[in-house]
Protein backbone atom coordinates (compact mmCIF):
# COMPACT_ATOMS: atom_id res chain seq x y z
CA UNK A 1 0.00 0.00 0.00
CA UNK A 2 1.34 3.12 -1.24
CA UNK A 3 1.03 5.67 1.64
CA UNK A 4 1.44 9.21 0.16
CA UNK A 5 -0.48 7.92 -2.60
CA UNK A 6 -3.45 7.40 -0.26
CA UNK A 7 -3.35 10.59 1.57
CA UNK A 8 -3.17 12.19 -1.54
CA UNK A 9 -6.37 10.96 -2.33
CA UNK A 10 -7.59 12.49 1.12
CA UNK A 11 -9.78 15.59 0.99
CA UNK A 12 -9.99 17.71 4.41
CA UNK A 13 -12.36 20.54 5.55
CA UNK A 14 -11.67 22.67 7.80
CA UNK A 15 -14.72 23.46 10.15
CA UNK A 16 -15.70 24.89 13.74
CA UNK A 17 -15.35 23.22 16.54
CA UNK A 18 -18.24 22.55 19.05
CA UNK A 19 -17.87 22.48 22.96
CA UNK A 20 -15.79 25.12 25.60
CA UNK A 21 -13.18 27.88 24.49
CA UNK A 22 -14.73 31.00 25.23
CA UNK A 23 -15.06 33.64 22.41
CA UNK A 24 -12.24 32.17 20.59
CA UNK A 25 -14.02 29.27 19.36
CA UNK A 26 -16.71 30.93 17.28
CA UNK A 27 -13.67 32.43 14.99
CA UNK A 28 -11.28 29.93 14.36
CA UNK A 29 -12.25 26.66 12.18
CA UNK A 30 -10.15 23.83 13.99
CA UNK A 31 -12.15 20.63 13.62
CA UNK A 32 -10.91 18.49 10.70
CA UNK A 33 -13.33 16.66 8.96
CA UNK A 34 -11.56 13.97 6.60
CA UNK A 35 -13.35 12.73 3.67
CA UNK A 36 -12.49 9.85 1.28
CA UNK A 37 -13.95 7.60 -0.92
CA UNK A 38 -13.47 3.97 -1.75
CA UNK A 39 -14.69 3.95 -5.17
CA UNK A 40 -12.86 6.89 -6.88
CA UNK A 41 -9.69 5.66 -4.96
CA UNK A 42 -6.61 4.40 -7.41
CA UNK A 43 -4.50 2.74 -4.86
CA UNK A 44 -6.69 -0.27 -3.84
CA UNK A 45 -7.62 -3.23 -6.07
CA UNK A 46 -11.40 -3.82 -6.31
CA UNK A 47 -10.86 -6.93 -4.04
CA UNK A 48 -9.83 -4.75 -1.60
CA UNK A 49 -11.73 -2.06 -2.24
CA UNK A 50 -14.85 -4.41 -1.42
CA UNK A 51 -13.21 -5.40 1.63
CA UNK A 52 -13.01 -2.39 2.69
CA UNK A 53 -16.36 -1.58 1.95
CA UNK A 54 -17.43 -4.48 3.84
CA UNK A 55 -15.28 -3.42 6.85
CA UNK A 56 -16.86 0.35 6.87
CA UNK A 57 -20.11 -0.56 6.31
CA UNK A 58 -21.81 1.54 8.93
CA UNK A 59 -19.52 4.36 8.42
CA UNK A 60 -19.87 4.83 4.79
CA UNK A 61 -22.70 8.16 3.64
CA UNK A 62 -24.90 6.98 1.03
CA UNK A 63 -22.17 7.83 -1.60
CA UNK A 64 -19.85 5.66 -0.39
CA UNK A 65 -17.68 8.27 1.20
CA UNK A 66 -15.53 7.73 4.89
CA UNK A 67 -16.05 10.55 6.76
CA UNK A 68 -13.65 10.98 9.75
CA UNK A 69 -13.19 13.96 12.16
CA UNK A 70 -11.46 15.30 14.65
CA UNK A 71 -11.98 18.13 17.35
CA UNK A 72 -9.54 16.97 20.10
CA UNK A 73 -6.91 19.72 19.97
CA UNK A 74 -7.23 23.37 19.67
CA UNK A 75 -4.96 23.15 16.59
CA UNK A 76 -6.21 22.83 13.32
CA UNK A 77 -2.88 21.35 11.92
CA UNK A 78 -2.64 18.57 15.54
CA UNK A 79 -6.32 17.48 14.61
CA UNK A 80 -5.34 17.04 10.75
CA UNK A 81 -2.11 14.86 11.85
CA UNK A 82 -4.88 12.64 14.51
CA UNK A 83 -7.39 12.04 11.74
CA UNK A 84 -5.05 11.47 9.20
CA UNK A 85 -3.51 8.55 11.50
CA UNK A 86 -6.65 7.44 12.80
CA UNK A 87 -7.77 6.82 9.01
CA UNK A 88 -4.53 5.16 8.03
CA UNK A 89 -4.80 3.20 11.11
CA UNK A 90 -8.50 2.18 10.07
CA UNK A 91 -7.30 1.46 6.62
CA UNK A 92 -5.17 -1.09 7.75
CA UNK A 93 -7.04 -2.97 10.34
CA UNK A 94 -9.64 -3.08 7.61
CA UNK A 95 -7.30 -4.78 4.60
CA UNK A 96 -5.74 -7.46 7.56
CA UNK A 97 -7.03 -10.65 6.52
CA UNK A 98 -8.14 -12.84 9.58
CA UNK A 99 -6.53 -15.91 10.14
CA UNK A 100 -8.63 -19.59 9.61
CA UNK A 101 -9.44 -20.68 12.86
CA UNK A 102 -8.03 -24.12 13.50
CA UNK A 103 -9.72 -26.40 15.78
CA UNK A 104 -7.79 -28.37 18.71
CA UNK A 105 -9.13 -31.79 20.02
CA UNK A 106 -10.04 -31.51 23.77
CA UNK A 107 -7.24 -33.16 25.43
CA UNK A 108 -7.67 -36.67 27.47
CA UNK A 109 -7.20 -35.07 31.17
CA UNK A 110 -9.69 -32.37 30.62
CA UNK A 111 -12.02 -35.39 29.74
CA UNK A 112 -11.50 -37.41 32.50
CA UNK A 113 -11.37 -34.01 35.17
CA UNK A 114 -14.61 -33.12 34.15
CA UNK A 115 -16.36 -36.48 34.67
CA UNK A 116 -14.45 -37.06 37.83
CA UNK A 117 -16.01 -33.66 38.80
CA UNK A 118 -19.13 -35.20 37.65
CA UNK A 119 -18.79 -38.36 39.16
CA UNK A 120 -17.70 -36.11 42.85
CA UNK A 121 -21.15 -33.96 42.30
CA UNK A 122 -23.14 -37.07 42.14
CA UNK A 123 -21.63 -38.95 44.88
CA UNK A 124 -22.06 -35.82 46.88
CA UNK A 125 -26.23 -35.32 46.24
CA UNK A 126 -26.46 -39.61 46.47
CA UNK A 127 -25.32 -38.91 50.19
CA UNK A 128 -28.01 -36.04 51.08
CA UNK A 129 -30.87 -38.53 50.48
CA UNK A 130 -32.36 -40.50 52.80
CA UNK A 131 -31.27 -43.74 53.34
CA UNK A 132 -33.73 -46.55 51.86
CA UNK A 133 -35.22 -49.32 54.36
CA UNK A 134 -36.46 -52.36 53.38
Given at each position: ?8 E ?45 F ?20 Q ?58
Amino acid sequence: MNIEALISELTYKAVRSSGSGGQHVNKVASKVMLYFSIENSEVFTDEEKQRLKDFFRNRLNKQGVLILDSGESRSQFRNKTIVTQRFLKLIEEGLKEEKDRKPTKVPKAVKQKRLETKRKNSEKKANRKPPKVD
